[in-house]
T-cell receptor, first 112, second 116 residues
Framework: AQRVTQPEKLLSVFKGAPVELKCNYS??????LFWYVQYSRQRLQLLLR??SRESIKGFTADLNKGETSFHLKKPFAQEEDSAMYYC??????????????FGTGTQLKVEL | DAGVIQSPRHEVTEMGQEVTLRCKPI?????LFWYRQTMMRGLELLIY????????DSGMPEDRFSAKMPNASFSTLKIQPSEPRDSAVYFC??????????????FGEGSRLTVL
């Protein structure tokens, strides 16, 4: 069965410091991986997808199949990055659906 | 579009009572998901629908939980009877080919349930 592990419940960094939120997965097929973010008092929303190789709000994530990891990185943390971050794996559904398995989340706190 | 709409936002009830949570997906989306969020287990998928038909309910914890989607614009998640361990935030999400990035799930604001 698929599984997503986020080892840190809380990550605290100073403004301007690099950020790395860890995510490891186990899945027998070819995974599709995502990062979702929930800012305070806002809805859970998609941040980025590995398949797009995109950079959103300065964040990037590289899929490492050898290490089965999909860590989220940003070179310089900003105060507005403080939020709850969830790594998610998709089993893939035909059409517009994605059945996602989420990790337990990491609360990022950026301190001044 | 107001996005996915959930009600109630907060519900406090006593053990043994019936609880009904409601969800209106984004118009045009053909997938609807119910998730439960707890501190210990994070976000767990309970059930999902495609074109109003339940596809996978393997995440529903037990027979006390049931979900329906009578039409494309409405779904309910019912707990009867409720127990304190059901206390959690319940999220509804929808997705479809119309709008957003492929496979993107759009979440509601959640319904926070407290069972005393």
């Amino acid at each position: 069965a698929q599984r997503v592990t986020q080892p840190e419940k809380l990550l605290s960094v100073f403004k301007g410091a690099p950020v790395e939120l860890k995510c490891n997965y186990s899945y027998s097929g070819s995974p599709e991986l995502f990062w979702y973010v929930q800012y305070s008092r806002q809805r859970l929303q998609l941040l980025l997808r590995h398949i797009s190789r995109e950079s959103i709000k300065g964040f990037t994530a590289d899929l490492n199949k050898g290490e089965t990891s999909f860590h989220l990185k940003k070179p310089f943390a900003q105060e507005e990055d403080s939020a709850m971050y969830y790594c998610a794996l998709s089993e893939g559904i035909t059409g517009g659906g994605n059945k996602l398995t989420f990790g337990t989340g990491t609360q990022l706190k950026v301190e001044l | 579009d107001a996005g996915v709409i959930q009600s109630p936002r907060h519900e406090v009830t006593e053990m043994g009572q019936e609880v009904t949570l409601r969800c209106k997906p984004i118009s045009g989306h053909d997938y609807l998901f119910w998730y439960r969020q707890t501190m210990m287990r994070g976000l767990e998928l309970l059930i999902y629908f495609n074109n109003n038909v339940p596809i996978d309910d393997s995440g529903m914890p037990e027979d006390r939980f049931s979900a329906k989607m009578p039409n494309a614009s409405f779904s309910t998640l019912k707990i009867q009877p409720s127990e304190p361990r059901d206390s959690a935030v319940y999220f509804c999400a929808s997705s479809g080919l119309a709008g957003g990035r492929i496979g993107e799930l759009f979440f509601g604001e959640g319904s926070r349930l407290t069972v005393l």
